[in-house]
């Protein structure tokens, strides 16, 4: 009769404390959903309507920044809209830099949380928060560890930056060069994003066409193209 080695045992007993600590949160989720509770149409209202979500920031005062860069972060792990709206909205509450700095923050926050929850729960389980066409075109992300891909792929508009932090959890990398690399490949889009939202907040117009006209010059080539750069880079991996 043979017994599980300590480090399967660690696995087993880690997977397992995952699965019944998501099951717990969908089913909490669930319940939150079907009755209709005041939190879940507070979280809703919070997450869809902008404006509500700006005018609820102003009332915290000074604990504004700190519950912008919480929902920065939840937006990365849990993704419930687009990270470019709250990326506007941060430079439109807090200014340029203070925007681009706790945006920043957030941002970094959510990615290592997601990092290490793949490191900590493993492919299998990541294998059920990506979908397969989705891994199908970066599924070889789990098989590199370079610092040059990982800051090409956050740098690349319109790739899937938030699951890719659970992918990259499941590779070699290391959690130190993933924290460092994605968040300088995250930078230009975040100043960009806080950058429109402060010249929006001052009225700025001209300005926020130009700088948004620079930003589309650039960015679009790259989104047009990123299939062909994601096909490159993998041909190494």
């Known amino acids: 009769m043979t017994t599980a080695s300590p480090s399967r045992a660690r696995f087993l007993s880690s997977w397992v404390a995952g699965v019944v600590v998501t099951l717990l949160l969908l089913g909490v989720c669930a319940w939150l959903v079907i009755s209709d509770a005041p939190v879940y149409r507070f979280l809703m209202r919070l997450y869809l309507d902008k404006h509500f979500m700006a005018a609820t920031l102003r009332q915290w005062g000074v604990l504004a920044p700190l519950v912008f860069i919480v929902i920065q972060a939840l937006q990365v792990i849990i993704a419930p809209i687009p990270g470019e709206v709250t990326g506007l909205l941060g430079g439109f509450i807090f200014g340029q830099w203070l925007g681009f700095f706790y945006s920043t923050l957030g941002l970094t926050a959510g990615s290592l949380f997601a990092f290490w929850v793949g490191r900590r729960l493993g492919a299998p389980y990541v294998r059920r928060l990506v979908s397969s066409q989705v891994w199908e075109r970066i ?25 890719v932090c659970y992918l990259f959890g499941i590779s070699p990398m290391p959690f130190w060069i993933f924290a460092v ?46 299939s062909r750069i994601v096909s490159l880079l993998r041909r190494p991996a």
């Not at 939202?197 to 990123?226: D, H, N, S």
């Open 139 to 163: 599924g070889f992300i789990v098989e590199a560890e370079g610092a040059i891909l990982c800051f090409v792929i956050y740098l690349i508009p319109g790739l899937p930056k938030d699951i």
């Open 181 to 226: 690399v994605s968040t300088i490949g995250r930078m230009p889009g975040t100043w960009a994003l806080s950058a429109q939202g402060a010249k929006a907040a001052a009225g700025k117009y001209i300005e926020l066409l130009l700088l948004t006209a620079v930003i589309a010059a650039i960015a679009l080539p790259l989104y047009y193209y990123r």
